[in-house]
């Protein structure tokens, strides 16, 4: 089942993934990483090109990069005619671009221009092996100066031990990282490419409320309270009907408690059918013979339900029989069983599971684990780090799998956890996937009485949704939200409207440009320590801009948030910064925030007055050109000491 699944490791390692992040498992896969990263540029795109000077040292390194699922770039059409000009008759005409053995600087220097050039390439790797007629630190001394501005990111690996050092200095100098086997260049090339992919997953930023409709609150609710009541897990038909709600398909199923009960049962949904026994003591029914399938008459219904009950006597005495489940049928001869699942990790809360299902899914041993909430990309990239995402793909005249119905069951089994704090772990095994879409088999939900909301127990806050207000501001419609990922072109065009002395009231220093690293880390913020929200309208063009932002940081105890607003400059003194600042407030004194902390200068006094209008006290700041502003949102007696 799914906690026996989601081991600890396998949940660090999608935290990491999810925090941008990129893991290594060795000491040399560090030092490999430190040399790649802390000189590679952004990476456009994950195609790699290979020049060298063997076919040997190309081929290697072209298995390597397929062993690592990396992608090997296909030259232009363009290319090939430029490089057929170029090289001798005998290169090799495709990537690895194999410049013949005898190949000096100067034939370096062309293929690399050529491949420079190319659309079609992301990346490049040069190879180098030894020879008797060209001089590895002349081809490094050449290639060099063309690395400086080539703005694609350019590896190298210079076979040869100690007697390609001169060579390695002068491409570290250029900033060029070196390696000593293909294997270790590809290992470094892809290292960047895990990367970029993760932060990919960095930016994404799932809604607290997936795509499709209201959740079914009340239905879910009521259910989980009565189980509750009863301390117990919710019976199959109720896990079911649960999932059912939240639009996931199941297999129609219904509960007898006797066996004539389900025979009556088998008569309504019709033979065949399937029956299962049901007890709160056993995980795994087939595990103790407790699943009988294909059952075409009342005669087979009743026999296999006494077997079932004495082989479960035989196995486990002590466990309880509730009862029976009887489904219908569901004939998909080219489905794909598959595993959803949920497990609690005490570190990191709800996590979900993907992958191959079934009774051998342990054996098999083909899952990823991710971290809720999910949006469609975070689903997909669930699916895909899987062996059996090659299956649902087609093959042999076999059709492909439904991967939006699939990936649409993960988007509401995040939906669940997030609204139902009391799911400690959820298992939907087997999920069958064919063209047609999916169908849930089977189901097994527990549960545990919290106090808490389901998004509270979540590691990666959702986007809090429940925040967005529309109103009318100088008779136009407004849309005040908080900030996401997409915002940063917009943020950026409000930067650059503010004028040169409202940057320096903002940030204390004269400012005209934001780096790419200011500007993510202004637009992709944690909703549980920081909320910036923004003021937007509609462009004619269907386009949103920024007019303003308020931002609270608050600290690890949340005694103190500090807090800053701006608006762009030709919109000042309509009431926009008071209506940003009123929200921001609100909602800092709605999470349990104590005080409201800032500083401004001392010359904006446009500043000063609004936060007196709000019941700020502005007090000396820091320094005499300064001022600080101060807030109490909770009572005298809990406010935090200054």
């Known amino acids: 089942h799914t906690g026996a699944l989601a081991g600890a490791d396998a949940v660090y390692d999608a935290a990491l993934r999810r925090a941008g992040m990129l893991r290594v498992f060795s000491t040399e896969e560090l030092f490999d990483a430190v040399e790649t990263l802390a000189r590679a540029q952004p990476l456009g795109g994950?195609?790699?090109?290979?020049?060298?000077?063997?076919?040997?040292?190309?081929?290697?390194?072209?298995?390597?990069?397929?062993?690592?699922?990396?992608?090997?770039?296909?030259?232009?059409?363009?290319?090939?005619?430029?490089?057929d000009a170029l090289l001798p008759p005998t290169w090799s005409r495709a990537n690895p671009v194999d410049l013949i053995g005898d190949a000096g600087a100067e034939r370096y220097q062309q293929a690399l221009d050529v491949v420079l050039h190319d659309e079609l390439a992301d990346a490049v790797l040069l190879l180098h092996a030894p020879t008797a007629v060209a001089s590895s630190t002349a081809i490094a001394?050449?290639?060099?100066?063309?690395?400086?501005?080539?703005g694609r990111n350019v590896l190298a690996c210079w076979l040869g031990g100690a007697?390609?050092?001169?060579?390695?200095?002068?491409?570290?100098?250029?900033?060029?990282?070196?390696?000593?086997t293909p294997e270790d260049?590809?290992?470094?090339?892809?290292?960047?490419?895990?990367?970029?992919?993760?932060?990919q997953l960095l930016v994404e930023v799932p809604p607290a409320q997936a795509p499709g409709g209201a959740a079914p609150h009340d239905l879910a609710r009521a259910m989980v309270d009565a189980a509750l009541a009863q301390r117990r897990p919710l019976s199959e038909p109720e896990a079911k009907t649960l999932l059912a709600a939240y639009g996931i398909p199941v297999v129609d199923t219904r509960l007898a408690a006797t066996v004539d009960e389900a025979l009556a049962a088998a008569r309504e949904i019709g033979y065949p059918?399937?029956?299962?026994?049901?007890?709160?003591?056993?995980?795994?029914?087939?595990?103790?013979?407790?699943?009988?399938?294909?059952?075409?008459?009342?005669?087979?219904?009743?026999?296999?339900?006494?077997?079932?009950?004495?082989?479960?006597r035989q196995a486990h005495p002590a466990a309880s029989l509730r009862g029976y489940a009887v489904q219908a049928m569901a004939r998909r001869p080219q489905a794909h069983e598959l595993i959803v699942g949920v497990?609690?990790?005490?570190?990191?809360?709800?996590?979900?599971?993907?992958?191959q299902g079934g009774t051998a899914v342990e054996v098999t041993a083909d899952h990823a684990v991710g971290l809720p909430p999910l949006n469609q990309v975070l689903a997909r990239d669930l699916v895909a780090r899987t062996r059996v995402a090659k299956l649902l793909a087609g093959y042999r005249g076999r059709p492909p799998a439904d991967l939006d119905a699939i990936c649409r069951v993960l988007l509401q089994v995040s939906q669940l956890v997030s609204d139902l704090a009391e799911i400690t772990e959820l298992d939907i095994n087997p999920l069958l996937a064919d063209s047609q879409g999916v169908i849930a088999l089977d189901a097994r939900i527990s549960l545990a009485a919290t106090t808490l909301r389901g998004v509270d127990r979540l590691a990666i806050r959702p986007y809090p949704t429940e925040l967005e207000q529309r109103l009318m501001w100088q008779g136009q419609p407004l849309l005040l939200r908080p900030i996401r990922p997409e915002d940063a072109s917009a943020h950026l065009a409000f930067f650059h409207a503010l004028s040169p002395e409202d940057v320096r009231y903002r940030t204390f220093i004269s400012q005209r440009e934001l780096a790419p690293s200011q500007l993510a880390r202004l637009t992709q913020i944690d909703y549980d320590r920081e909320m910036a929200l923004i003021a937007t309208r509609q462009r004619p063009d269907g386009s949103a801009e920024t007019l303003g932002v308020a931002r609270a940081v608050a600290d690890p105890d949340n005694v103190d948030a500090e807090f800053a607003i701006i608006v762009r400059s030709d919109l000042q003194r309509r009431g926009l910064g008071a209506i940003l600042l009123g929200s921001l407030i609100a909602y800092c004194r709605a999470r349990g925030t104590q005080r409201l902390v800032g500083e401004s200068l001392r010359a904006n006094l446009g500043m000063q007055r609004l936060a007196q209008r709000h019941g700020f006290a502005v007090l000396p700041g820091a320094d005499a050109a300064s001022v600080a502003l101060r807030l109490a949102l909770a009572p005298a007696n809990a406010e935090a000491p200054a």
Not at 141 to 150: D, E, F, I, V
Not at 166 to 174: C, G, K, S, T
Not at 185 to 199: K, L, P
């Open 273 to 312: 059918v399937a029956l299962k026994i049901v007890s709160p003591d056993i995980t795994h029914k087939s595990d103790v013979g407790g699943v009988a399938l294909d059952l075409e008459s009342p005669d087979m219904l009743r026999t296999a339900a006494a077997a079932m009950a004495r082989r479960l």
């Open 163 to 180: 007697t390609v050092a001169p060579a390695r200095r002068i491409f570290a100098q250029a900033g060029v990282p070196s390696y000593d």
């Open 141 to 150: 001394t050449a290639l060099a100066p063309r690395l400086h501005h080539s």
């Open 185 to 199: 260049a590809i290992g470094g090339f892809m290292q960047m490419v895990q990367y970029r992919r993760n932060q």
């Open 343 to 355: 497990s609690t990790d005490p570190v990191f809360g709800p996590v979900i599971l993907f992958g």
């Open 46 to 83: 994950e195609r790699l090109a290979i020049i060298t000077n063997g076919g040997g040292p190309g081929v290697m390194a072209t298995d390597a990069l397929i062993c690592q699922h990396g992608r090997l770039a296909t030259l232009s059409a363009a290319s090939v005619a430029q490089l």
